[in-house]
């Protein structure tokens, strides 16, 4: 069954009427497609661990469309409500306490005293959620472990044969290419637990204020503080080299900038641009079977996203 539909006025509805009998869907956000449901609706969440074959344990991003929903379901204190004043709609999570009255499922926040609250700004989620009049509850539309997909026919070949998720909302390849940055708030100080679309730098620059690398990722696995800290994750099921520059003969290279020659993450050098070709290009010659070398991507910027995912991939 073909499950990708272009977005348009009569596919949102479809999505919404599925979102509300307790289905899943894939939707595009602006850093990479996302699986949602209901997040009011205990089985429909259920649902998303249970095709994902994620963890129980590894919390769910919940999806609004207004600040005021946003403070409807976490406890927004004074930093944060700064820091997502000036950065939502875009690529940031807040970690929060979860508010006790909520509707939310708590299967979402997977136990946990806290929860993970995005606002995306792309207009087909937000739309959803407006149509819906709920949170959506979604993490990225892959398999656990697997490369995360930013483009609608990736996301269908994971999941094609997935009853629960019968529709793909197809908003053509994403612009930013890795997830959300998340971060969260310890002992008064900003913790970044994962490095994305909005950089370090940027957010520092923003805030005025110094932002502090997550714990490393042993103690968080032990903790479970932020289980997508886990050192394993976002993985192609073929070889994967990185840092390199002289391929062996059975490697495709990805390149990096103008001295490599294509495929090519950016032929100018731009990491905004290698960000957003980097899963589709390792999904790319995943689905050719070929062995994977990488180019050195400069650690600086969007880059520091590029290298975590690549450092987990190899791991
Ligand atoms: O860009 C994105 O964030 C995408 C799109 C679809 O929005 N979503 C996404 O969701 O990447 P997911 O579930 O694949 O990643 C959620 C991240 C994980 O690293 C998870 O461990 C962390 O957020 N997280 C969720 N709830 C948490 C919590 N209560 N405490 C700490 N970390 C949490
Ligand atoms: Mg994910």
């Known amino acids: 069954m073909k499950k990708i539909k272009k977005i348009n006025n009569k596919t949102i509805n479809e999505a919404v009427e599925l979102l509300q009998k307790g289905k899943l869907i894939g939707f595009p956000t602006e850093t990479v497609y996302g699986l949602g449901a209901d997040a009011t609706n205990k089985e429909a969440v259920l649902k998303i661990y249970k095709n994902k074959n994620r963890p129980k344990s590894n919390p769910l991003i919940v999806h609004v469309a207004t600040l005021d929903q946003a403070r409807s379901i976490g406890i927004f204190d004074e930093k944060i409500l700064k820091i997502v004043k000036d950065f939502w709609p ?15 499922c708590k299967e979402l926040c997977a136990g946990k005293e806290n929860i993970a609250i995005r606002i995306s700004n792309n207009k087909t989620i937000l739309s959803l959620i407006k149509k819906l009049g709920k949170p959506v509850a979604a993490p ?27 529709l793909i909302l197809d908003g053509g390849k994403t612009s930013i290419g890795v997830e959300s940055t998340v971060i969260g708030l310890v002992n008064n100080n900003i913790i970044i637990y994962r490095h994305g679309g909005i950089t370090k730098e940027i957010l ?109 991939a190899i791991k």
């Open 90 to 104: 875009g690529p940031l999570t807040v970690v929060l306490k979860r508010k006790d009255n909520s509707k939310i």
């Open 140 to 166: 990225s539309a892959n398999k656990f472990g697997m490369l995360s997909p930013t483009s609608a026919a990736h996301v269908e070949k994971q999941f094609l044969y997935n009853d629960d998720i019968p």
């Open 204 to 312: 520092e620059k923003k805030i005025n204020e110094k932002i502090y690398e997550k714990l490393n990722a042993k103690a968080s696995e032990k903790s479970n503080l932020s289980p997508g800290m886990l050192k394993k994750h976002y993985s192609p099921t073929v070889p994967l080299r990185i840092n390199i520059t002289n391929p062996k003969k059975d490697e495709v290279l990805i390149g990096f900038g103008e001295n490599f020659k294509e495929p090519n993450l950016s032929k100018s050098g731009n990491l905004e641009e290698a960000a957003s070709n980097l899963f589709y290009l390792l999904e790319k010659y995943e689905a050719k079977g070929s062995k994977i070398a990488i180019a050195p991507i400069p650690n600086i910027g969007i880059g520091v996203a590029i290298n975590d995912r690549l450092n987990r």
